[in-house]
């Protein structure tokens, strides 16, 4: 599986070493849309104490209750991995039907995240029967894991901070907090 990297990474990953908030700050996004929460924390935590963006961030992932992960992914694990992958367009244009016949092939191996996707999908038909693409496209970032379908963590990075410019936390404080670029 490929995922999503930042260009120039090794120039941020520099800059975050040398304590650079914004750099920590994008690859922390990075993290999350990849599903790396535990270093999406790490960036983001480093970056908290100069970026309200960065504090925002941090509360965000704070919402989200982690999944516990299993010692060892089946097959049919792999299979929706892969069936999201493609239904939310990771790295690639989203492809629907590819997305479909992978959903289709975790539900076969007894994955009850897909079964709930696949009904949730087929849940708003287009008058003739067929798939609606625009319902299947609002449903790419959704969890399907728990009974009540929630955001995916990586969906969060649509909806996460960044502060407006790169020089954002080197002006004065009070400055920053008259600018209220992040929600109390």
């Known amino acids: 599986m490929t995922s999503l990297r ?21 690859l922390g996004l990075e993290a999350i849309v990849n599903g790396d929460l535990r270093s999406a924390r790490q960036h983001l935590q480093a970056a908290a104490p100069h ?29 929706l991995e892969r069936a999201q ?15 479909m016949r992978l959903y289709q092939a975790a539900a076969a191996q007894g994955s009850a995240a897909a079964k709930r996707m696949l009904a949730l999908i087929t849940s708003r038909p287009q008058p ?4 609606n693409i625009a319902w299947m496209s609002q449903l ?3 969890d399907t894991a728990n009974n009540l379908p929630q955001l ?11 502060d407006p410019t790169p020089l ?4 004065p404080d009070e400055w920053q907090r008259r600018l209220n670029t992040v929600p109390r």
């Open 152 to 162: 995916d963590t990586r969906s969060l990075s649509t909806m996460m901070y960044r």
């Open 85 to 99: 992958r493609a239904h939310r367009g990771v790295v690639v244009p989203a492809n629907y039907a590819e997305a």
């Open 51 to 79: 970026s309200r963006a960065a504090a925002a961030n941090l509360k965000l992932l704070d919402l989200k209750d982690a999944r516990p992960a299993s010692a060892a992914a089946t097959e049919a694990d792999r299979l």
């Open 168 to 171: 954002f936390d080197l002006l």
């Open 6 to 26: 930042l260009p120039l990474r090794q120039m941020l990953e520099r800059a975050a070493a040398e304590g650079d908030t914004q750099a920590h700050i994008e």
């Open 128 to 131: 003739d029967g067929t798939i």
């Open 140 to 142: 790419a970032w959704l």
